[in-house]
């Protein structure tokens, strides 16, 4: 029990304090951390609900924009280059782009694996990288161990591969700001 705490300790409390004093950790931890909740409206960035509310502003959970800033219009949007790995079937595309909304649909694909941040020089590597692999001159490839593994590092803790892509837009504007 918390020196001073003199009030009864709630059964199912996490520690041994008095539900005042639990209110007041609380109350520190979320103005130390923030609290994670809906946005007010959708980011104007990234377009995600989810936001972490502090006491001074709000800021996307997703790309970390600071709710209520205005992004510039007549600027253009920043270059953020990706390599992608479609899969189709048993196959596996490596691919590259600048937007990849677009170029992603208009590719046929069964699911996005991962993004890797990059250019034409990273998918020339992945392309050398994968060499045994590959079906012909084309940029699709046999599902392997290597090219799984590779792909399963690139995606390891990433839940939706648009989010990351989301962060790097973000980041990519913070800096160009």
Not at 23 to 33: M, T
Not at 36 to 61: E, F, I, M, N, Q
Not at 131 to 149: M, N
Not at 157 to 171: I, K, Q, T
Request: with cysteine.
């Amino acid at each position: 029990m918390a020196s001073g705490c003199r009030g009864p300790v709630p059964a199912d409390a996490p520690i041994p304090l008095c539900e005042w004093h639990l209110a007041v950790a609380s109350d520190w931890e979320q103005r130390r951390n923030g609290v994670t909740d809906a946005l007010p409206s959708p980011c104007a960035l990234c377009g995600s609900r989810l936001g972490v509310r502090h006491g001074s502003a709000w800021l996307c959970a997703v790309c970390e924009w600071r709710y209520g800033e205005v992004v510039d219009a007549e600027l253009p949007p920043p270059r953020v280059d990706v390599v992608y790995y479609l899969r189709y079937d048993d196959r596996i595309k490596i691919g590259t782009t600048a937007n990849p909304r677009q170029r992603l649909a208009a590719i046929w694909h069964d699911e996005l694996l991962a993004f890797e941040r990059g250019d034409r020089a990273v998918e020339r590597r992945r392309h050398v990288q994968f060499a045994d692999d590959r079906f012909g001159g084309t940029e699709w490839f046999r599902r392997s161990p290597a090219l799984e593994a590779h792909v399963g590092s690139l995606a390891a803790g990433v839940d939706d591969p648009w989010l990351l892509h989301a962060r790097w837009v973000s980041e990519a504007v913070a800096r160009s700001g």
